[in-house]
Every structure is written in C-alpha cells, then in structure tokens.
C-alpha cells in the first residue's frame, strides 16, 4: 500500500523516523488542496492550491502506526487518493482553519518563507 505525506513525515523532517522502513516512491505536487501550518506539523484540506507532497510505499504495520499518530485526538481522517504512483493514503485535516495561516507556496518545508 502507498501513503502520500505533506508535512513532518517527509524526508528529514520531525516526524521522518516514522517513515525508516518506507519505500520513497517520488515527489508529487497534489493540486486540489490548501496547506495550514498548526505549529510543528501542517493541516492538508481540500481547497484552491496545491501542495508538496512525497509518496511511499509502506507496510500494513506503518500504515497502523501513522493511524494511531494521525487519529489520536480526531484531527485527521484517512482518505484514499490518486497519485501517479498509484492510490494512496492521505491525512486530511477534520478541524476549522478559520484562523489558521495558510502556507500558500503549499510546501511544508518553505513555510518561513511564504
């Protein structure tokens, strides 16, 4: 099964070690969502941009662990999508952005900088 992630799951990010034993698929830029920053890690929803994301092939166990790190609390919801890998697995953001900043270049990596 695949997974695509935005935010601190990538490739040297905070949340990376979460991904060791994921296979790196390739990059994807995902048009139909909007990125907001929610401090240490990012919130996707469907919406007007596009966001940077990287997709991996990952094991019935990871998928299990993201479940309980992305669900804990009812923030994410998993959502299968197209990707030109294949389907994958995204985590969508459940809650309001009224107020939240947007990350307008759709990368969670140039945040500072939008």
Known sequence: M?????????????????????????????EGYELYDLGHYPAAV?????????????SSAILAELDALKRDGGEYKRE????????????LYQQP?????????GDWLKRHND
Request: glycine share 12%.
């Open 2 to 30: 695949r997974i695509i992630v935005y935010g601190s799951l990538r490739r040297k990010q905070g949340n990376s070690h979460w991904m060791t034993n994921a296979q790196w698929l390739g990059d994807h830029l995902l």
């Open 46 to 58: 469907v919406g007007e941009g596009a966001i940077f994301c990287e997709v991996y092939r990952v």
């Open 80 to 91: 299968l999508i197209a990707t030109p890998y294949g389907s994958a697995w995204i985590y």
């Open 97 to 105: 952005v009224t107020g939240l900043s947007r990350i307008t270049s």
